[in-house]
């Protein structure tokens, strides 16, 4: 009877979501009066930054993923749930199949790509936000070539190699990149009748130039190093209509339409549906991205108990531009919510208002190509390359994960292969991409700016 009247005692903790910001909150919270939970959909936690590895062949999925239990198994009970709803008063997490009870509760439910309300473009161009997404883009840009091979009509060939890119931020960026890579060196002896060499790669952004977050030097220097990969880049271009076999670009009052089976969107993002019911619980402020206003600790007004961390949260500190959707940005909001509340219960004085510590921003363009601002000075080309592999290395979850990404990094880096190009799950198979030649599917139209979100 003791051991359960203890644990009854303890102070419960929800953590919605194994991202970085539920992760890291799970992690750092060690006081043995905490009894802490975190729920999510998925068994693993993943690293989304090297997604787009998984999706040009890089990597396998397994490589940037692992179970949460596994992390969290001396940390953290962890459970398979859907959340779907919160009672705040009731301090109730409801789930699809319960719920859970909280004194403290932290939602870091991360955020998807943005449509601009129009959901249904995502059959014609996936983004990249998970596992899945990332093999189906892979299934797309490897069922391109071969059915690219199995072509003669010249006209149909090449719409089958043009591949556009909606997005130049740092995802659009390295998707660019690793495909251009991908076509240009490990796959031009794999075929017979095409050259995956002549592959079409447009990079589309709204703006009047790439990674917008980054200073001008360092955006310049990538619109350079991928034009010398072959990238061809389109700025101050929105992309105004995806058709079947074909896409509306729009610059200024020109329009431009190009023939193309393969569109990719990295254009924008919003919160995960988490955060408006959320939001809708708390009496919650939201901004256009539906991110919850939060107070200087994480905290929603009103709801002292209540945090939001990672892309969810909007938190502009003194009154500047809110804070990035960014991996250190959730792994530092994490740590700092478990210090508030582990605080809390000791009874000791609050920490000052959360303050993101900015080390600097990195985006890879290919071998060897990278660009580093670190703030007091940027770095590009092989040195910010070097970097930006150890960082990554380095925030990788688990140490299994680090060395199974250092070996294949080196086995891809000395032969150029890209061992993982499967073509797996339902995707669009060989068979499936034939009917689609010689049927209309009824994809919808799209009107969006292709500017990336920061």
């Known amino acids: 009877m003791m051991p359960c009247m203890a644990e009854h005692a303890k102070h419960k903790v929800v953590v919605v979501g194994g991202g970085f910001g539920g992760l890291y909150a799970a992690r750092a919270m060690t006081n043995s009066a905490l009894q802490v939970t975190l729920v999510d959909r998925r068994n693993f936690h993943l690293f989304q930054p090297l997604l787009y590895q998984v999706a040009t062949g890089g990597l396998a999925p397994a490589n940037i993923a692992a179970p949460l239990r596994n992390l969290l198994r001396q940390r953290a009970r962890v459970l398979l749930a859907e959340v779907v709803d919160f009672d705040l008063a009731g301090r109730r997490v409801l789930l699809a199949d319960g719920e859970l009870p909280f004194d403290s509760l932290i939602v870091a439910a991360g955020s998807e790509f943005n449509y601009f309300g129009h959901d249904d473009w995502r059959s014609l161009a996936p983004g990249l936000k998970s596992i899945e997404d990332a093999t189906e883009i892979r299934a797309r840009l490897l069922t391109a070539f071969e059915m690219a091979e199995r072509t003669a009509d010249a006209a149909e060939r090449r719409r089958w190699l043009t591949f556009i890119i909606a997005g130049g931020g740092a995802t659009g960026v390295e998707l660019a990149g690793a495909l251009a890579d991908l076509a240009r060196y490990t796959m031009r002896q794999d075929f017979r009748a095409i050259d995956p060499s002549e592959a079409r790669i447009i990079l589309v952004e709204g703006r009047e130039r790439l990674l917008t977050t980054f200073p001008e030097d360092l955006s310049a220097h990538t619109a350079d190093t991928l034009r010398r990969l072959g990238v061809t880049i389109r700025t101050g ?184 190009r499967l073509i797996t799950g339902e995707g669009r198979s060989g068979s499936e991409a034939e009917r689609g030649r010689h049927r209309d599917t009824g994809r919808a139209s799209a009107v969006a700016a292709s500017a990336e979100t920061p």
């Open 237 to 420: 271009t929105m992309v105004a209509d995806v058709r079947p076999h074909e896409v509306v670009l729009k610059q200024g009052d020109r329009s431009e339409t190009l023939p193309a089976e393969t569109v990719l969107w990295t254009a924008g993002v919003r919160t995960a549906g988490v955060a408006g019911r959320l939001a809708q619980a708390a009496g919650a402020e939201t901004d256009r991205m539906g991110r919850i206003v939060v107070q200087p600790d994480l905290t929603i007004a009103g709801h002292p108990n209540v945090f939001v961390a990672g892309d969810m949260a909007h938190l502009a500190p003194q009154g500047g531009e809110p804070l990035p959707g960014l991996a250190p940005v959730a792994m530092q909001q994490g740590q700092y919510v478990a210090q508030v509340i582990e605080r809390r219960i000791t009874g000791d004085p609050p920490p000052p208002p959360f303050h993101y510590h900015d080390r600097g921003n990195m985006a890879v363009i290919g071998r060897s190509a990278a660009v580093a601002d670190l703030h007091w000075t940027h770095v590009w080309g092989f040195p910010a390359w070097l970097a930006w592999l150890f960082i990554h290395l380095l925030y990788l979850a688990q140490f299994q994960n680090r060395l199974l990404v250092l070996i294949q990094w080196a086995w891809n880096y000395v032969t150029r292969s890209r061992s993982a």
